[in-house]
């Protein structure tokens, strides 16, 4: 989606964020990823990997859902093992991802998760802000994963956000990191969007992690063209084919044509964003000719 100087600037990456939107089943996850590649024109379909037992304790796994109607399951642990995929369908999946020329990427919420992820070598792993303190993953993600690491900031504090760029610097892994500016909540309203922390993000880690993303739960897409221009290089939307479907992520998430619209605004945002490479461009010439103003002497 890159585009030669002069000719707007480079595009942003989308990411279709599927999550669990797929309600557990493999052949609607597989629908998503034709429509988020062929309809949409998505650059990346992202999935997520939990390892239930080990990220809930025992009091979380068997309490009920708390909201009954979204729930898939009697407790809430098995609400999320219904919503979860085994690493050999993550397999199939990024395998059907190939065959549409879409990449595909999961969040790990855990060590045994990100264990797992890593085995299949795709292009990027994403770190959600519930678990982006977990050193002990992250340490191990820097020693035994090649790839990049798109780590989420949301209910975050600036201290932390130091802290954990700090923390892929000093292993040597900083320019494999983008980091995504990001407010934690299903919708959020747009007066907590605070999109500017973009510009804050790009001026205090400015060559010391790779690029700075935008993830986005609002609604709509005006936000994105704006995130777009302040800079993030990555924007990542939550993708459902339904927002009435049973889930908590559905509501703040595009439909189909919403995620097309995204992808084609910011393409037209892209062509837009340059500066004046001569005087007057050619399309203008014939209106200067015929309406410019001539004082007569």
């Given amino acids: 989606m890159g585009r030669t100087a002069g000719e707007g600037r480079n595009m942003p990456k989308v990411i279709a964020e599927i999550g669990c939107n797929h309600r557990g089943d493999m052949e609607t996850a597989k629908e998503m990823i034709r429509m988020a590649a062929v309809f949409c ?13 080990e990220l809930l304790t025992p009091e979380q796994y068997n309490a009920p859902h708390p909201n009954s109607e979204n729930s898939y399951g009697r407790t809430y642990g098995e609400h999320r093992e219904h919503l979860e995929f085994s690493v050999e369908q993550h397999r199939e999946l990024k395998a059907y991802c190939g065959e549409f020329n879409i ?46 690491m798109h780590v989420s900031t949301g209910m975050t504090s600036r201290a932390e956000i130091d802290g954990i760029v ?9 320019g494999d990191v983008v980091l995504y500016s990001c407010t934690s909540g299903y919708p959020v309203p ?12 790009k001026e205090r880690y400015r060559g010391v992690v790779k690029a700075i993303g935008f ?17 993030a290089e990555w924007i990542e939307r939550h993708f459902t084919l339904d927002r009435t479907w049973k889930g908590t992520d559905h509501a703040a998430s595009l439909e189909p044509d919403g995620l097309r619209r995204l992808v084609r605004d910011l393409g037209a945002a892209g062509k837009a964003l340059s500066y004046k490479q001569k005087d007057f461009l050619d399309i203008e010439l014939r209106q200067r000719e015929k309406l410019k103003y001539r004082e007569c002497r």
């Fill in 41 to 53: 024109k998505a650059n990346v379909v992202k999935f997520q990997k939990r390892n239930n037992r």
């Fill in 103 to 148: 990449e595909y990427v999961s969040s790990v919420w855990d060590m045994t998760s990100a264990m797992e992820i890593a085995s299949l070598s795709p292009c990027m792993i994403k770190i959600p802000s519930a678990v982006n303190n977990n050193f002990t993953m992250l340490k191990w993600l820097c020693e035994n994963y090649e790839g990049e």
């Fill in 166 to 174: 700090d923390f892929f610097a000093d292993r040597g892994r900083g």
């Fill in 190 to 201: 747009f007066e907590d969007v605070c999109l500017l922390e973009i510009s804050r993000l």
């Fill in 215 to 231: 993830s986005g739960h609002h609604l709509g897409i005006a936000v994105d063209i704006a995130a777009f221009t302040l800079g």
